[in-house]
């Protein structure tokens, strides 16, 4: 999950960005108004978590433009003004929470979660997606095979989040690092295929394709439901 924290003081933006981080989240940080604005246009976000006391445009302003813009990326308004007034301002122009510094990263964790359940219920997508015995819940980030729950690190789901959406599509190596990675993270070099190599693991061979030349995608409908009775059926005779 990829998140815009705007932030214009140095200290907190970066013990904010590295406590999300170790959270799980692959977190792109920013201290100015107008680059919040400029990465907002490049990237597509999972939530902004956004200071309203910045430097040059306002918080107001940004929340503002974005929703002007069509942007449904769910806003989290971080900030020390803890009036009502500030509060009921701010969730008219668009945002669709507010937390008072100083703030707990657990309970950001909760707010985020929280915010894309909505998202995706006003969008009505039903948060789940199903392709044949693979089934994600998005809300939940939860994931189930032949209908037995799968546990899956952070990373891992990203991944195999990424290959879903994008089904029948290809994802490229870089698209893929772009959803797991925020800025300045270090990526090794083989860690995409790494994580590929464990999805095909976890769940079954055939679940991920290699394109040659272009990046991955995932099975369809078809091929998915064959593995899963080719593996059921090498589990019964394992018995």
Not at 208 to 218: A, E, F, K, S, W
Request: proline share 3%; charged share 25%.
């Amino acid at each position: 999950m990829r998140l815009l924290l705007v932030e214009d003081e140095e200290m907190l933006g970066r013990l904010t960005a590295q406590s999300l981080a170790k959270a799980g989240y692959a977190v792109d940080w920013v201290q100015s108004g107008q680059s919040a604005q400029g990465a907002a246009k490049v990237h597509e976000y999972d939530a902004i978590l956004l200071d309203l006391g910045l430097p040059d445009i306002p918080g107001e302003s940004i929340v503002k433009d974005l929703r002007a813009c069509g942007s449904m990326t769910p806003v989290i308004v971080m900030t020390a003004r803890g009036q009502i007034e500030d509060r009921v301002s701010i969730l008219d122009l668009g945002a669709d929470d507010y937390l008072v510094k100083p703030v707990d990263i657990t309970e950001v964790g909760a707010r985020i979660r929280a915010v894309r359940r909505r998202a995706a219920n006003s969008l009505d997508c039903g948060e789940t997606q199903k392709i044949g015995p693979l089934e994600l819940q998005q809300a939940s980030r939860l994931v189930r095979w032949n209908g037995e729950p799968v546990v899956l690190t952070s990373k891992l789901y990203d991944v195999l989040e990424a290959l879903v959406l994008h089904r029948p599509g290809v994802v490229s190596r870089a698209q893929l690092e772009d959803a797991l990675y925020g800025w300045g993270e270090e990526v090794d070099s083989n860690a995409i295929e790494v994580y590929i190599h464990m999805l095909r693991r976890r769940f079954s061979p055939g679940l991920i394709q290699t394109v040659r030349g272009r990046g991955y995608m995932l099975a369809n409908e078809e091929v998915l439901a064959a593995e899963a009775r080719k593996m059921a059926h090498c589990e019964r005779e394992a018995w």
